[in-house]
């Protein structure tokens, strides 16, 4: 069955960096898009990043520009999100997806994803 794993959360001071990182299995991972999304408590689960297939596109939530990167190999079936600049509304679960839409117009919402990972906390202390 598909599977997509989370790593690389914790508890970070504000202004630091975590790299999360996303395990998949049990799909052909370079035929979907990846992303992140997150949701903080009391709110509804919101868009961070996307990157295409190949890696070539990527599309950023305008509060994480600038200081969220994300990338994928394919060989290896992971996508990242490298957070610098940490700031205390960054806290969050933090969630990987994996979709197969094709329109640009997609990436930003979450229910043309298709898998999703359990998720992992990130916390900025302030």
């Known amino acids: 069955q598909v599977q997509l794993v989370e790593s690389g959360g914790g508890l970070v001071q504000a202004g630091g960096s975590l790299r999360l990182s996303c395990a998949a299995s049990g799909l052909t991972f370079n035929m979907y898009v990846a992303g992140w999304f997150r949701q903080a408590p009391g709110k509804e689960r919101e868009f961070v990043a996307a990157i295409s297939r190949p890696g070539t596109y990527r599309y950023y939530a305008d509060f994480v520009k600038g200081r969220f990167t994300i990338s994928r190999d394919n060989a290896k079936n992971t996508v990242h999100l490298q957070m610098n600049s940490l700031k205390a509304e960054d806290t969050a679960v933090y969630f990987c997806?994996?979709?197969?839409?094709?329109?640009?117009?997609?990436?930003?919402?979450?229910?043309?994803?298709?898998?999703w990972g359990q998720g992992t906390q990130v916390t900025v202390s302030s």
């Open positions: 997806a994996a979709g197969e839409f094709y329109e640009y117009s997609d990436y930003r919402a979450r229910d043309k994803y298709n898998y």
